[in-house]
């Protein structure tokens, strides 16, 4: 028995659709492949803001009867979404998905309320000792992205089996062989040599996989997206386009540690490909393709339907998922469960249910009549031997007044721990954004302090020339993280100390500012002890149960407000 699957890709101007069929046993089948504008401002930087829009456009495709299956499986590809990588003991799929729960918080810096959180194993790594480790992606989705996506399909009357992790799709379409992501984590172990690197185009920017035989290692979105060159004026720059993204994406590859002899797999649009993939092999030195995403399936569409094939890679490469993952496999799904209205038939469902209940109910109350005495007799000596257990589990509520004071002493500790902590890794990441393009960082040495500033930083830096300098020195002034800006020296070098690089060499320091202090203690002591999970001792004798056998014992890192560590 065969079944068929679309993958849908949306960008501000078009969506693409790819129905694949998948037989038993047999090869898998390219069906259909379709392309359809959608409405201007409907799609943006990786998501769906027009849900209404974009809903009737996919209606009134699907209404032409191109697609035999309303089952789609839809991407994001937003830079919003957030994803690590952790390594772990092997555990049941359950175990996984409670400890995901409960770390994503602090491994992704989200809150479990606002986003949409899932995981899929990668890979198993035996070690020489014969213990076995999982290497797991973690993923978190804002609900903003996701949830109207989910309304633009409601309103197409489409079905979304899957939503997908973007970097997955890029891996199906353009690597030969990948096939399924979720695949290793059957229990098959790719080796981890040879490093190589996927880059496909998208609404958000430019997704780039780094991968070993199909195990992905590192998933970043950089650079502009396809609307910026698309959507602004009627004349847009392809050649400013492509100098942009090609710089940033080379600016990743170079510190992603590719093998040099193995290519960089590229999907990028047409109007752009071919000059994009000579631009990234120029910049990185590293040969480039473009990608084939048909490469490894059985084609039944004609040359004309196909169109330009490396746009279509994640729409290729999201229908590929719907293929059956190996037994016991967990496949990442970041999709919401949609409320639906109730039908007809299910309220005359409900209205017989309650006309049943209620002659059900009726019936019990005439059976119970003769026997009231009975029950209140039996009712009286459960409610005698209820109190005799309550009275003395009183007495182990003692210990909550013992936890409450340990777990005073151990937030104190952790606020005097934390005292004048710098967030270095957001003031590095300030920098990077503000750094001149003509102005590179030789060394960076900060220190945090109390008095007067949170901390001092000071840089060896180098420039073109003097004016690189000033600009540096004018781009850290405008940082709220950075005050008091010094540039002690700029000097450029003899001809006979540099030869005929010319390069000006200076050194800048600076103080911080309160907005460079970390919020970890906020987090991990919050000002209302309930998040630590002790609640207060009541005042009064009475019935309580027994301590929640979930709360921290003395010690234990505080959970944040959605009772994750």
Do not use: C
């Amino acid at each position: 028995m065969s079944r068929a699957v679309v993958g849908l890709d949306l960008d501000p101007v078009q969506a693409r659709g790819v129905q694949l069929r998948f037989g038993r046993g047999g090869p898998t089948l390219v069906e259909v492949i379709g392309r359809t504008p959608l409405p201007a401002g409907g799609v943006a930087e990786g998501r769906v803001v027009d849900p209404e829009s974009v809903g009737a456009a996919l209606a009134a495709w699907w209404e032409r009867g191109l697609f035999a299956t309303r089952a789609v499986i839809v991407g994001v590809t937003s830079a919003q979404v957030r994803t690590t990588v952790v390594t772990q003991p092997e555990q049941t799929a359950d175990e996984i998905a409670e400890s995901v729960r409960r770390s994503a918080p602090r491994l992704l810096g989200v809150s479990t309320q606002d986003h949409v959180l899932d995981y899929q194993v990668l890979e198993r790594v035996t070690g020489h000792d014969g213990a076995v480790d999982l290497r797991v992606l973690v993923a978190a989705a804002p609900r903003h992205v996701v949830e109207p996506l989910m309304l633009a399909l409601r309103r197409a009357r489409l079905k979304p089996t899957l939503v997908d992790l973007g970097a997955f799709a890029v891996l199906r379409g353009l690597v030969p062989g990948t096939g399924d992501a979720s695949s290793p984590g059957a229990g098959e172990q790719p080796p981890t040599e040879g490093r190589e690197a996927a880059v496909a185009v998208s609404s958000g920017g430019s997704i780039i996989v780094t991968h070993s035989r199909g195990a992905p290692r590192t998933v970043a979105v950089v650079g502009p997206g396809v609307e910026s060159l698309v959507v602004p004026g009627p004349r847009p720059d392809p050649e400013g386009w492509i100098g942009a993204a090609a710089s940033a994406m080379a600016a990743h590859l170079a510190v992603s540690g590719l093998d040099p002899g193995r290519p960089v797999r590229l999907a990028a649009p047409e109007l752009v490909g071919p000059r994009l993939r000579q631009a990234l092999a120029a910049r990185t030195g590293l040969p480039v393709e473009l990608g084939n995403p048909f490469r490894d399936l059985e084609v039944a569409v004609t040359e004309t339907d196909m169109g330009y094939r490396p746009e279509l890679a994640i729409a290729t490469g999201l229908a590929i998922a719907g293929r059956p993952t190996a037994a016991g496999a967990h496949r990442l799904d970041l999709r919401l469960e949609a409320a639906r209205e109730p039908s007809v038939l299910a309220h005359g469902l409900a209205a017989g249910a309650i006309v049943a209940a209620v002659a059900a109910g009726l019936a019990a109350l005439w059976g119970q009549r003769a026997d009231t005495r009975s029950d209140l007799d039996s009712q009286a000596d459960g409610a005698e031997a209820e109190l005799a257990q309550l009275q003395g589990e009183i007495d182990t509520l003692q210990v909550a007044d013992e936890l409450a004071g340990e777990v005073e002493r151990q937030a104190d500790l952790v606020m005097r721990s934390l005292q004048g902590d710098v967030a270095w890794s957001k003031l590095l990441q300030e920098v990077a954004t503000v750094l001149p393009d003509d102005v590179w960082l030789r060394g960076f040495d900060g220190a945090a302090s109390t008095d007067p500033a949170p901390g001092r930083f000071s840089v060896d830096g180098r420039g073109v020339d003097h004016t690189s300098s000033a600009r540096w020195l004018l781009r850290m002034g405008a940082l709220p993280t950075v005050r008091n800006m010094w540039l002690a020296d700029s000097i450029r070098p003899t001809d006979e100390e540099l030869g005929t690089l010319g390069e000006v060499q200076f050194q800048s320091s600076g103080e911080l500012t309160d907005t460079a202090l970390s919020d970890r203690a906020e987090r991990y002591v919050p000002s209302d002890p309930r998040k630590l999970g002790i609640e207060p001792v009541p005042q009064v004798s009475g019935a309580a149960g027994d301590p929640d056998p979930s709360d921290p014992a003395p010690g234990d890192p505080a959970p944040d407000e959605d009772g994750s560590p």
